[in-house]
């Protein structure tokens, strides 16, 4: 069997992500490198969005945003995103990008093959795909298993689901310079379910029916809602481009419990979703970027994993949500109904202070909240 020095089992955005980290830093030329995924990487398949004040990933945005529009059943309120910009970075162009780069270092390898097991045999770690197994030193897990959570109940587990359509319409009904971050008046239905709007001209846009729930819809359940807020939007004729479709975990579960000295869960199956919101592409980037700094210094991976305050914020979010799934609209609209959106976003981007923890807090219904906290002190 083949020895490396560290072995990436799925490719997901953590672990690309990741290995163009440990490129960028120059500190990993002399450690063989395998990736092993099933999938090539070679289609458009998701859309990350995300905020940022710092002209991260610029070049590979394919939009940017100034101000986005925050809507209800009963308000509508356009943030001004100041200092921020809210972005969109295609998977494909993200994909092309990190191989780009790593086909030119003769130390990194990827894999077309699946995954089938992994696991730590004292010294070393052995992968076993359907054709081949390797030995390596130390294993970067994102094969998300869904099982860790379902199989217990301390920590609730929702989906943030949605199916998006890039559509072409006849009517300029769009404003490219500002998107639609969340539009809670469509019909609830028990649910936390909105949508998004990401114009790219005036007649392009990415629309997004998103929920966050512990069931999934049927595939025409999602499309009706799409066509039903295209209708609504005044438009006639369109063509529809492309589509796209995604699962996000949303749990605050310890997934961290699951790592060992030399085998580490990363991206959604070491928690480094954003659990309040879904939101991964940011919380990957600075992830990866504390892991790259971390194994130059050290070699034992359980130690890697700090639980902080955002988690503890993030678990009594999902614990309303999990017992009171429709109230995800009256949450979140409490917090941009007259909230300082720059604080907000900071707040989500866990960059805040303490004080400024408490900006955004209060302006949320407070009872939902102290229940949730006793209930989760007495668990």
Known sequence: MKHYHYIFTGTGLSALMTVY???LSGKFKDKSILL????SKKTNDRTWCFWDDKGLYDDLASAQWNSAWFKNETFERQLNLNPYQYKMV????FYNRVFELISKEENITFLNQKVIDF????????????QESFTCNQIFNSIFNPELVKTQTKYPFLHQHFIGWFIKSKEPVFNPDCATFMDFSVEQKGNTRFMYVLPTSTTEALLEYTLFSKDLLAKEEYETEIKNYIN?????NYELVEKEQGNIPMTCYPFWQHNSKNILNIGS??????ASTGYTFKNTVKKSQVLVQFLSKEN?????????????YDLLLLDILDQKNHLGSTIFSSMFEKG???VIFKFLDEETSFGEDLQVIWKCPKMLFIKALFRRIIR
């Open 340 to 342: 300082n959106a720059t």
């Open 300 to 312: 034992d991976l359980t130690k890697f994993h700090k639980a902080d305050k955002f988690w503890f």
């Open 36 to 39: 092993i995924d099933e999938n």
């Open 119 to 130: 696991q730590e045999l004292g010294h070393h770690c052995v992968v076993k795909t359907e």
């Open 269 to 274: 199956a070491g928690g480094w979703t954003k």
């Open 232 to 236: 609504k939007l005044g438009i006639t």
């Open 90 to 93: 295609k998977g494909l162009d």
């Open 21 to 23: 980290e440990m490129v």
